[in-house]
């Protein structure tokens, strides 16, 4: 992935279909309804014009209320949700987009993204075909897809004849995941981090924190770094005013290649997450 800047602080990834995305993104995941609409608008007035969120997290409407409100214009942020396990299928899937739209009080959507593979329901072939239809039809601008690994990337490609934009996954100091990602470059998708700090656990690991002390800069701070230098999408959450604004401030200072190589070094295959081969809650 290569890319370029904007008018903003924030550089873009270009994706396969031509598209770009904001490089570093507003994730919401496990943030409640109740307190969306404020970490979104300290998002927005931070300077963040990417926000992520998914059907199953329960805080769409929230989030489209944030974006209305704040006043930004829609062509300036980009929004991205996830069609929940259990509305894999081909019409099922059309429908559940119109829900979250909806819930969201948008006419179209930047990225839609399939959460996860549940390659034991045997829908995810037919739910992409519906995102071909939705992209067709100029209600979504580009499809995606989370959480899918190689087989599944694979098989989706060979039967739906289209490479997704871009794949979400786990991926932190401690989950490197250097193979999938390898396999995205080859095949031009884009790897988009999700808990990128591995839920917290890697902001107490001496490396990082000596490496926090050499550039002056926070753990949290130099991991978000790490991603964007790795050519990561990155999309840190939090609900914390002064933690949305530091999480930001990132493109000030860069890391060296060492101190790259030496975060990367870190990788355990440590998950927070489920693992995605057996991950299958919401099949019905």
Known sequence: MTFRSESSSVPST?????????????????????DTFGAVTTALETGYRHIDTAAIYGNEAEVGRAIREFGVAR?????????????????????AFDASLERLGLDRLDLYLIHWPVAQADRFVDTFRAFQKLKAEGRVTSIGVSNFNRDHLERLIAETGETPA?????????????ELRAFHTEHGI????????GRGAALTDPTIAA????????????IIRWHLQLGNVVIPKSVTPSRI????DVFSFEL??????????????????????EFTAGLI
């Open 14 to 34: 270009v994706l396969n279909d031509g598209q770009t995305i904001p490089s570093l993104g507003f994730g919401v995941f496990l943030v409640e309804e109740g």
């Open 211 to 222: 490496i926090a002390a050499e550039t002056g800069r926070t753990p949290a701070q130099v």
């Open 75 to 95: 062509d300036e942020v980009y929004v991205t949700t996830k069609l929940w396990n259990s509305e894999q299928g081909y019409d099922s899937t059309l429908r």
């Open 166 to 178: 871009l794949n979400q996954i786990e991926l932190s100091p401690n989950l490197v995941q250097a």
């Open 190 to 197: 884009a790897t988009e981090a999700w808990s990128p700090l």
């Open 245 to 248: 604004r530091e999480n930001f």
């Open 256 to 277: 060296t290649d060492e101190q790259v190589r030496a975060i990367t070094a870190l990788d355990s295959g440590t998950r927070v997450g489920p693992d995605p081969a």
